[in-house]
């Protein structure tokens, strides 16, 4: 019992060990892809489409009540402390550090990261992909590597609109709702926010950008097993891409704010 036991942590780790290897190397091959012709511009900007115009509807409604929540909850909490005029810079900091990256990675994963691999899989188990490589095609070239630069460049405007409505949301509530200055609300929103925010929220995004658009690709050019096995392979991109932005926006928060 506990020998079988061994062996099947040591069987996922060695699984876990060759996922890692397989994403690193789709990766370095859509990086050199990328900068090889034919340059496949069209199909680029049919995944910027996909990604940026396929997801805004999400992003902007999630970053609207996200806004209006974290405004109400602030005003509510910082009111027994007579301290309401801190609610502007609090939603400002709070959306662009972390609610903002993470909220729209997370929308994005569940929206083009699971239609990503859908896509990729029903063409690898229709046998798409390996026709694709018969006709001199390469399939990374044509499949992966637009994706991946779509979710990886798209992420960050994303997360800047999802910022923008997010606060203004917050700032029509604050004043029109819960009778708030509008000078004073502007004023510590401009007072505790800095360039450095706006950075470090568009290298957050456009990390979980690349790992959507990685996970997403692998899990479907690697699909198998019919139908049933492209849905687990969506239900795998979803939770993997998840749980990775969740790990991966530790890092970097302790990371950038340590600096």
Known sequence: MLKRGIERVGEKVIGAIEEIGQLATMLFSALVW??????????????????????????????????????????????????????????????????????????????????????????????????????????????????ILATTLMVPVLNMLFNFVGIGAAYLLSVEVMNSDPGIFLHHITRFITAQDFLFSTIKAASFGLIIGLVGCYKGFYASGGAKGVGEATTSSVVTSSISILLVDYALTVSMWSL
């Open 34 to 147: 990328m900068f090889r012709p034919p340059f496949r511009v069209r199909v680029v900007f049919q995944s910027f489409e996909s990604v940026g115009v396929g997801s805004l509807f999400i992003v902007l409604l999630t970053g609207l009540f996200a806004g209006l929540v974290l405004a109400y909850q602030s005003d509510m909490a910082f009111r027994m402390f007579n301290a309401e005029t801190l609610v502007g810079a609090t939603v400002a900091i709070s959306l662009l550090r972390e609610l903002g990256p993470v909220f729209t990675g997370l929308m994005v994963a569940g929206r083009t990261g699971s239609a990503m691999t859908t896509e990729l899989g029903t063409m690898r188990v229709t046998e798409q992909i390996d026709a694709m490589a018969v006709m001199a095609v390469n399939p990374v070239q044509y499949l992966v590597m637009p994706r």
